[in-house]
């Protein structure tokens, strides 16, 4: 085998091979998609590293190659299958655990035997995509959450904290809010005796206008005045400063919800969408146009905005 100082440099989904393996390795094992994803971006920009956030397919690059990279190593049996890891979680095989973390190995893992990377059309397991970035079959209702008004498109995120049992709803945008576009409460023990207040605020941006950290610390400094909590929803993505910015230790948290997690809750929750495979785009749901009709009117103001936020379908 070509020694590893022979080896090129690792790009694309190779970079993410042996880091993917170190964090796993690191939290014992197995860990949260998410918490992977996270220290890996924590590590590199420590590091001063460059992290590819150019948009590739509607997501981030580096995210698609994290995506490509955790598919690889489940081919080459580094890493066990969702099934046995369990949505939502990434896991290391035997051999994961005794992988060498060299360039040479994450090469090998990506091009079965050779430099060169595999195409997608070779990866055995495309559907276990579980980091964020919109599936080709959740496009359409991405388009049609695009099409909304903005006012509309807060009137959505009340609904969807409806639907997460919220107390309390208020929807507040309007000029001079200070980035507050909705507040609420939410009870902590079973009797409601004891609750704590949340706001958010909600960004219809186009796919390639990501949420800066700027945007995020202004947010932060509404949540300043009686919030424990803040929830930022957008139609886009967020840049890697931006979620850094909302996990800044010692201040108010904040939950980032992009177009991915978005249309996850939707789905989660049955707003706007119900289960039965669609033959037109292969989505395992059915899109209930007239449920969001209501939401695309630009003057929703008042009674008939409150009328929205338990709405169902």
């Known amino acids: 085998m070509t020694s590893s100082a022979n080896a090129p440099a690792l790009t694309g989904a190779a970079l993410y091979v042996p880091k993917i393996v170190a964090v796993l390795r690191e939290l014992g094992g197995k860990g949260k998609t998410s918490v992977v994803r996270s220290t890996i971006v924590d590590e590199m920009s420590a590091k001063g590293e460059e992290i590819d956030e150019t948009e590739v397919s509607g997501e981030p690059k580096y995210q698609n190659d994290m995506r490509f990279a955790r598919l690889h190593l489940v081919n080459a049996g580094k890493l066990e299958p969702m099934d046995i890891s369990g949505r939502g979680y990434w896991q290391l095989t035997a051999a994961g655990w005794d992988m060498p973390l060299d360039n040479a190995t994450a090469l090998s893992v990506c091009g079965k035997g050779s430099w060169a990377s595999a195409s997608p ?70 009797l409601a005796l004891v609750s704590f207040r949340v706001a958010w605020q909600c960004k219809k941006y186009a796919p390639g206008n990501k949420v800066q950290p700027a945007e995020v610390r202004e947010f932060r400094g509404a949540l300043d005045h009686g919030f424990q909590h803040g929830i930022f929803f957008t139609t886009s993505t967020f840049t890697i400063k931006a979620e850094e910015e909302a996990r800044r230790p010692g201040q108010v948290p904040i939950q980032l919800v992009d177009i991915s997690r978005l249309i996850e809750l939707l789905k989660t929750k049955g ?37 929205l936020f338990g709405a169902a379908g």
């Not at 919220?166 to 576009?181: F, L, Q, W, Y």
């Not at 707003?271 to 007239?290: E, F, R, W």
Request: contains cysteine; proline residues 3%; charged residues 20%.
């Open 271 to 307: 707003l706007g969408v119900s289960p039965g495979l669609s033959m037109v785009d292969k989505q395992a749901y059915t899109i209930d146009h007239a449920y969001f009709e209501k939401f695309k009117a630009k003057g929703l103001s008042g009674w008939e905005g409150k009328m």
């Open 121 to 190: 059309a070779q990866l055995q397991e495309p559907t276990q995509d579980e980091l964020p970035g919109v599936a080709l079959g959740d496009l359409a209702l991405r388009n049609v959450l695009l099409s909304l008004s903005d006012i509309g498109f807060e009137r959505l995120c009340a609904a969807i904290m409806t639907a997460n049992d919220a107390e309390a709803i208020t929807v507040t945008g309007k000029a001079g809010d200070g980035g507050i576009d909705g507040t609420a409460t939410f009870a902590v023990d079973s």
